[in-house]
């Protein structure tokens, strides 16, 4: 499989964890265990040396310890599209910034309209947010009607979806900074790239060092998860050794490998011949050299962060106690239509129209096979939020328990919306365009 199968393989898997996660979250927020639900995830626990410690809930380590991993992950993948990927060619990276622009402003803009008088104001970055896995789940289940050209844009598009709610999460969502822990975590962030210049590839430096980063962060007042994504743009993307160096190391070694079994009275299994199972290991050393610690460190943490770290944020964040009363008070609550209005219609908006712009007048240029009415899809399917939604309104919300609960529920209609509405519009318009062709797939 290349790198982006897998991407997309293990991105399908975690919208469907995530979906059971977040279906379970609702159900016990439902059911008779819910005050237990939310009080698990609200107990403590923490550190202690020396009569001195750091005590945090549960839900406190999850969403500012695992979902700094999270962010480290996006970090790695935004550095490699902006070093290889889809946002290194220009003509093909005018439409999907211009995409990801238009789906952040007018969704910010339109919250604003809604609670410009209610006082909630801070939940503007809410609808902002795309969430990859969810739009990649539902594409895959089209993935005979749509482009794999598709789906690398709407991929391009979450990454630079992501790099904007990094920045509103640094610059909006950061209180009280503290300048001297602000020094430490500079000085511990140019240590890194240091060792990444001098030629340091050791894994367990970079996870020590990045470990020290994101508790300087915290401490310095700006949120903690931005260590993720600091420490990732310090992680080498340059092998140890180049192409013909791997070429000459292997061949040596598969030619003394080869010399070995000759030399052999009669077939024997590796286990038994130490010294071939040691040109192997050398093998392994070279072939690791060869590569990049951002690919392997990427791949590695990919399967970890969507298979265990999504679902436990989504299980510990997506729980909302609905009836009949709370239902009618959310309606007409302007957080809620902030919201949903802002996910459902200004992604759509927002990202059709700048893309349409993009394209017609400063000279973007789409992906093969890829139309506006992909777009229009992706515009519609953009407006499942949910991660970074649910993370940005903990973000805003986080001493108002009433309107934390109205912001979760309006992502989730949102993302509901969304989906379903996306889906269905892209479905529909293959067959019309195949038909406009002349042929109709069966």
């Not at 997309?8 to 977040?22: E, F, N, Y």
């Not at 789906?151 to 300048?179: E, P, Q, R, W």
């Not at 040691?278 to 298979?307: F, G, M, N, Y």
């Not at 919300?397 to 996306?422: E, N, V």
Request: glycine content about 8%.
């Amino acid at each position: 499989m290349t790198p982006f199968q897998e991407f997309i393989r293990d991105q399908t898997t975690a919208s469907g964890l995530l979906l059971v996660s977040a279906v379970a979250a609702v159900v016990l927020a439902q059911s008779q265990w819910a005050d237990g639900y939310e009080a698990f995830f609200h107990s403590h626990f923490g550190v202690y040396w020396n009569g001195n410690g750091f005590d945090k809930s549960i839900h406190y380590w999850i969403n500012e310890g695992l979902m700094a991993l999270f962010f480290f992950v996006i970090g790695l993948e935004i550095k490699r599209e902006l070093l290889v990927g889809e946002l290194k060619e220009a003509k093909r990276t005018v439409p999907i910034i211009a995409a990801a622009i238009g789906g952040m402003l007018l969704p910010a803009l339109i919250y604003t309209a809604f609670n410009f008088s209610s006082g909630k104001m801070e939940g503007w970055g809410i609808p902002m947010a795309t969430d990859t896995a969810f739009v990649i789940g539902v594409l895959v289940l089209l993935r005979n009607l749509v482009p794999k050209s598709l789906i690398i844009f709407i991929t391009a598009l979450a990454i630079i979806d992501d790099i904007g709610a990094i920045l509103v999460i640094a610059l909006f969502y950061s209180k009280d900074v503290h300048a001297t822990y602000l020094i430490y975590s500079g000085a511990i962030l140019c240590a890194m790239i240091v060792l990444n210049i001098i030629g340091i590839r050791r894994p367990s430096v970079y996870i020590v060092s990045s470990a020290a980063l994101w508790a300087m962060v915290m401490q310095s007042g700006i949120h903690a998860t931005i260590a993720g994504i600091l420490a990732a743009m310090a992680v080498p993307a340059r092998p140890t050794g180049g192409s013909r160096w791997f070429l000459e190391r292997t061949r040596k070694l598969l030619h003394a490998f080869e010399q070995k079994e000759h030399q052999k009275a009669e077939a024997t299994s590796i286990l038994e011949d130490e010294e071939q199972h040691d040109i192997i290991e050398e093998i392994h050393s070279v072939a690791d050299k060869a590569s990049t610690p951002l690919q392997r460190w990427e791949r590695s943490l990919q399967q970890p962060v969507a298979l265990f770290v999504l679902p436990i944020f989504a299980l510990a964040n997506a729980g909302v106690g609905v009836n009949m009363e709370s239902i009618a008070r959310w309606v007409v609550d302007p957080i809620v239509l902030g919201v949903v209005v802002g996910l459902v219609v200004g992604k759509f908006v927002g990202i059709t129209s700048m893309t349409w712009l993009a394209v017609r007048v400063f000279g973007g240029r789409l992906a093969e096979n890829v139309t506006f009415r992909h777009i229009a899809g992706i515009g519609l399917l953009a407006g499942m939020g949910f991660t970074m939604s649910l993370f940005l309104a903990n973000l805003s919300f986080p001493d108002t328990k009433s309107d934390l609960l109205a912001a979760k529920f309006a992502i989730l209609i949102a993302s509901l919306i969304s989906g379903f509405s996306g889906y269905v519009w892209l479905r529909t318009i293959r067959p019309a365009e195949a038909s406009a062709s002349g042929h109709v797939e069966a």
